[in-house]
Nanobody, 128 residues
C-alpha cells in the first residue's frame, strides 16, 4: 500500500493563497493517479482535484476550478495543491489520495468510496 503524508495547511485570510503538499512512499509513484479531497465540518468528503500519473491530465471540482491547481513532481514523489483566491467555504480538512493509474482518476471522480490510500489530512481554515 502506498503511504501518503501531507504538509501545509493552517490559517489563511480570505483572498489569500496556500499550497498543500503530499509525499508518497512505499510504491512506484508513477503507478498512481493522485488526488485531493476535502471534508468541511459537518459534511461528507468531497472531490477537489485529480491528476493522471504523467501529470498531463488534470480534473477539478466546479467549486475550485480556476482557483486551485494540482501538479506533481514525479522525481520527488510529491503532489501539490496550489490554492488561490481562498474563500471561507474552502475551510476543510484536505486529504491526499492515490489510486492505481489505469482507473485512478475515474475512481476518484465516480467511485471515491473505493479509494483505499489516504493521507492523514491537513486542516485549512480561511478567515473572513
Amino acid at each position: 500500500q502506498v503511504q501518503l503524508v501531507e504538509s501545509g495547511g493552517g490559517l489563511v485570510p480570505a483572498g489569500g493563497s496556500l499550497t498543500l503538499s503530499c509525499k508518497a512512499s512505499g510504491r512506484t509513484f508513477t503507478n498512481y493517479a493522485m488526488g485531493w479531497f476535502r471534508q468541511a465540518p459537518g459534511k461528507g468528503r468531497e472531490f477537489v482535484a485529480a491528476i493522471s500519473w504523467s501529470g498531463l491530465n488534470t480534473y477539478y471540482a466546479d467549486s475550485v476550478k480556476g482557483r486551485f491547481s494540482i501538479s506533481r513532481d514525479n522525481a520527488k514523489n510529491t503532489v501539490y495543491l496550489e490554492m488561490n483566491s481562498l474563500k471561507p467555504e474552502d475551510t476543510a480538512v484536505y486529504y491526499c489520495t492515490a489510486a492505481p493509474a489505469a482507473e485512478g482518476v475515474a475512481t476518484m471522480l465516480y467511485n471515491a468510496g473505493a479509494l483505499e490510500a489516504w493521507g492523514q489530512g491537513k486542516l485549512l481554515t480561511v478567515s473572513s
